[in-house]
């Protein structure tokens, strides 16, 4: 039977998050404002309308990967970046981006299999044993998460990648597959170990703060275009393709103070896409529009109803 997005909340809780009244991941974070402007090159890989050159406002949120939202910024784990952008016509689009560079599983049931294989208690190396056997290829996320869940100096300084592929179509109708990349203007800087349990548990959102006071804070979007090997229905599989396009710059300047005020409810979805931006076959990508619903009801107790992109 096929998991379900309950499935993958409560396998969530079992590892110590999906907390009522939060996020079932990232349940930590902050919201941002600024503005995006793509390059001439956005616009050649691109019809979407945010993609001309012309500046769109954006909506930010730096986070934490954990569900659960007292946990210490120094704590390891992946950080995630999300940007909502809006549109000339009012209408929005997101982008979901983290410090993995991808994903655990090919498949949602492998995603709730390692979760369930992590919960705390002695059993645990044998379940990750047995689950390792049977599932060989999650072998190949566990270098990926470990480098992921370094703690960035500041979320400032860190990459974020987009895990699934979409198909990017042009005003003439020719299209390519990618997959972004967040880079940040600063360069990356990551903290030891020792370094990051000194620091206080909300240093990150307390150092963009004071970074942000001095000026905005730059990241690079860089496309990765999909070679003619490379899958674009597995956020597990690495692409060997090295061809990249810078498609224009996000620019963060402070802190949002509108949103998610009273029962406001914002959502980055990554399958909530514009003319011009199509979803790949990847079965986690249809999941988690799914799993953002369940995770909505959860903490909100509201359906997302005709808001939600289709699946």
């Not at 809780?13 to 600024?34: D, F, I, N, Q, S």
């Not at 000339?88 to 299999?113: H, I, M, N, Y």
């Not at 990765?224 to 060997?240: E, I, K």
């Not at 799914?290 to 903490?299: D, G, N």
């Amino acid at each position: 039977m096929p998991v379900t997005p309950d499935d993958a909340i409560a396998a969530i809780r079992g590892v110590g998050g999906a907390c009522p009244g939060y996020r079932a991941l990232h349940a930590k974070g902050t919201l941002y404002r600024g503005t995006f402007t793509a390059t001439p090159e956005a616009a050649a890989l691109s019809r979407a309308s945010h993609l001309d050159g012309s500046p769109v406002p954006i909506l930010v949120r730096f986070s934490n990967g954990s569900g659960n939202p007292s946990q210490p910024d120094g704590a390891a784990g992946p950080r995630g970046l999300a940007v909502k952008f809006t549109l000339p016509d009012g209408k929005t689009t997101d982008v979901s981006t983290q410090t993995a560079r991808l994903f655990v599983a090919s498949q949602p049931d492998g995603f709730v299999e390692l979760l369930k294989a992590l919960r705390p208690g002695p059993a645990k190396p044998a379940r990750l044993a047995r689950l390792l056997a049977t599932r060989p290829g999650l072998l190949r996320a566990l270098p990926v998460l470990a480098a992921a869940g370094k703690t960035p100096a500041s979320y400032a300084t860190t990459e974020y990648h987009g895990l699934h592929a979409f198909r990017w179509v042009a005003a003439d109708g020719s299209a390519r597959f990618v997959r972004y990349h967040l880079i940040p203007a600063a360069g990356a800087q990551h903290l030891s170990t020792r370094d990051s349990r000194s620091k206080d548990p909300d240093f990150l959102t307390d150092e963009l703060g004071i970074r942000l006071a001095g000026g905005p804070v730059h990241f690079d979007f860089r496309v990765q275009l999909a070679g003619p090997d490379d899958s674009t229905t597995d956020p597990s599989s690495p692409w060997r393709s090295t061809d990249t396009v810078c498609i224009g710059t996000l620019e963060i300047t402070g802190v949002d103070t509108e949103r998610e005020r009273g029962g406001d409810i914002v959502v980055f979805d990554p399958m909530r896409v514009t003319d011009g931006i199509e979803p790949s076959e990847d079965p986690v990508l249809h999941f988690r529009t799914l799993a953002y619903s369940a995770s909505v009801k959860l903490r909100a107790g509201v359906d997302r109803g005709p808001e939600a992109p289709q699946a």
